[in-house]
């Protein structure tokens, strides 16, 4: 097991079945050309799961729901458009190395040899919101899925899960070796 600690998480993940892009060359090279990833990728039985966390409890002094929805007619929150280009950043990377282009057999060289071929995915965004934002969280999945319809419906994907950090470190897929860190 490879261990992590992550914005309040401590993740245990499967040696030889997991990655990060941050971690990969090539992103490091590209990662100053706005160009953004998950936190975490390994395969799970027939699946790669990609996660992303992020904690906002530490940051409550002005944060409001308004960082987080989309009103009509404004532009998207940077918060907001932060969630969007990460999910779509890494989808993109992950075809990119499934499709064989130049840079995306840079990445496929990193991969875990199961995550190196065409698997479906499941990405998962999981956020500490400050209690008084918490009521914000099914409008903020369901906006979310809303923007990235299209994009993740090119990767055969229905949606992307977004749950708090209390549902994470108890949901099946993830229980036993994601937890609260002190």
Do not use: C
Not at 38 to 51: N, P, Q, S, Y
Request: proline share 5%; aromatic share 8%; net charge positive.
């Amino acid at each position: 097991m490879a261990t992590y600690i992550e914005s309040g998480l401590r993740l245990d993940l499967p040696e030889g079945q997991h990655f990060r892009f941050a971690d990969l060359p090539v992103y490091q090279a590209l990662k100053g050309q706005h160009l953004k990833e998950m936190d975490f990728a390994w395969i799970a039985g027939e699946k790669l799961v990609m996660l992303e966390v992020r904690s906002y409890t530490q940051i409550t002094h002005g944060l409001n729901a308004a960082d987080f929805l989309v009103a009509k007619g404004q532009p998207a929150p940077r918060r907001y458009q932060d969630l969007i280009d990460k999910v779509t950043d890494s989808l993109l990377m992950m075809l990119a190395a499934w499709a064989n282009s130049n840079r995306g057999q840079s990445i496929k060289n990193f991969l875990p040899p199961g995550a190196r071929e065409p698997l479906p995915l499941k990405m998962v965004i999981a956020v500490d919101l400050p209690a008084n934002l918490a009521v914000h969280l099914q409008g903020l999945r369901d906006s979310l899925n809303e923007r990235l319809r299209g994009r993740i419906a090119l990767a055969d994907m229905r949606n992307v899960i977004l749950i708090d950090y209390a549902r994470l470190v108890t949901h099946t897929w993830f229980a036993g070796f994601i937890t609260r860190h002190p």
